[in-house]
Structures are given as C-alpha cells and as structure tokens.
T-cell receptor
Framework: DAGVIQSPRHEVTEMGQEVTLRCKPISGHDYLFWYRQTMMRGLELLIYFNNNVPIDDSGMPEDRFSAKMPNASFSTLKIQPSEPRDSAVYFC???????????FGPGTRLTVT | AQSVAQPEDQVNVAEGNPLTVKCTYSVSGNPYLFWYVQYPNRGLQFLLKYITGDNLVKGSYGFEAEFNKSQTSFHLKKPSALVSDSALYFCAVRDELDGDFNKFYFGSGTKLNVKP
C-alpha cells in the first residue's frame, strides 16, 4: 500500500484566499484524522471521521475551517478565508477499526502571507 | 483528564551509547501507549505500542519501551544509538475510559540528537 497520501505537499497563498488540503487514507481504514502541527502548539487534533462521518470537530479552530469526507478514499480540509496564523503543517492520518495505531501522511506545509 | 508529558525538549547522546527518551502520562483508566518518530519534512511514523501484557515492548529500528504503571511512565530506549536515529520523538496515549477512545493525546515531542 502507498500509505496515506496528501496533496499538495507545499502550499503558499495570500491572506484571504481559500485553501483546500487533500487526503487519501490507506485503503480499508475506517478512521481518518486531521492534525495541525506548529512550533508553538505542537500537534493538535482538528477533526476525525469514522466511516466518512465526522465524529469530533471540537479541535477545529473556527468557522473558517471545514472538513469533508465524501467517500472512504478521500477527505478535504478547507480554510476560507486563510490567515497568516493558519501557517502550519497539516497532517492526515488513518487507522483501522480496533487497530490501535494511526498512520500518518507526509503532511502539507501551508504558508499564508 | 488525559495528558502526556515529555520533560525533555532535547536529548543529546553520542553514537554507540544507550539512549532514553522520557514520557509520563496521566489517564483515568488503563493506558494505551505509543511512540512515534518524525524525521525532517516527514509525517509521524509508528515505532511501538503498549496495550497489555509484557511491560517491555520491542518496536522498529531496535527501539524498545518499558511500561511502568507505578511511575506512570513509558520511556523509550535503545541500547546503542545511531546517527540516523536523530529525529523528533512523540509519545502518545489513549485512555481506556475516555468517552472518546479514538482520540490520541500527544506529548510535545523530544528532539534526539545523536552525534558521531
């Protein structure tokens, strides 16, 4: 398996623009997680899905952030409008049911200027 | 409340020497404990986990970790460090009694520097 796939790997955008990050989980995994990593706050869970249904979005910073999972093989994290403080590395991870460990993608490094 | 502490921001060790990266946790029920490693510009990679059973857990790349319930610790160890082990290490916990068992609680990370 190719592992968790994220795109783009790097994104540079201007403040106010819409940003869409994409994730393809490992085939067969039924849980998908979005994390944000910054030097100041470390690794933060933003939202996670089970069988394509959002379960907990309490980590989503504000209404500018939204996430969807239209099918088992694809998820998006959207920021609209983007702000410089959104600059971070965003990770997607997936796991299988009762399996305990999560598998992380390579991340998307977002820079908002 | 669940939490994980990695008391050292950075650990320096000479190649060939043993290494220890410390982790302590706080949970309500039985802990499920994990170690991940992150190399520069990469995602986190799973190293090992403790769920139940033997307190000494062996994982990838020669790493092992010891679960100590009385000290609520899960320190990562390796008998002989390699320069290629230099990376950022994260400890994580899941709480058996957490209402949302699927959530991981990650530590702040420890940067391991192995010098030749």
């Amino acid at each position: 398996d190719a592992g968790v796939i994220q795109s783009p790997r790097h994104e540079v955008t201007e403040m106010g623009q819409e940003v869409t990050l994409r994730c393809k989980p490992i085939s067969g995994h039924d849980y998908l997680f979005w994390y944000r990593q910054t030097m100041m706050r470390g690794l933060e869970l933003l939202i996670y899905f089970n069988n394509n249904v959002p379960i907990d979005d309490s980590g989503m910073p504000e209404d500018r952030f939204s996430a969807k999972m239209p099918n088992a093989s694809f998820s998006t994290l959207k920021i609209q409008p983007s702000e410089p403080r959104d600059s971070a590395v965003y990770f997607c991870a997936s796991s299988l049911g009762s399996s305990h460990e999560q598998y992380f993608g390579p991340g998307t490094r977002l820079t908002v200027t | 409340a669940q939490s994980v502490a990695q008391p050292e921001d950075q650990v320096n060790v000479a190649e060939g020497n043993p290494l220890t990266v410390k982790c302590t946790y706080s949970v309500s029920g039985n802990p499920y404990l994990f170690w991940y490693v992150q190399y520069p510009n990469r995602g986190l990679q799973f190293l090992l986990k403790y769920i139940t059973g033997d307190n000494l857990v062996k994982g990838s790349y020669g790493f092992e970790a010891e679960f100590n319930k009385s000290q609520t610790s899960f320190h990562l160890k390796k008998p002989s460090a390699l320069v290629s082990d230099s990376a950022l290490y994260f400890c994580a916990v899941r709480d058996e009694l957490d209402g949302d068992f699927n959530k991981f609680y990650f530590g702040s990370g420890t940067k391991l520097n192995v010098k030749p």
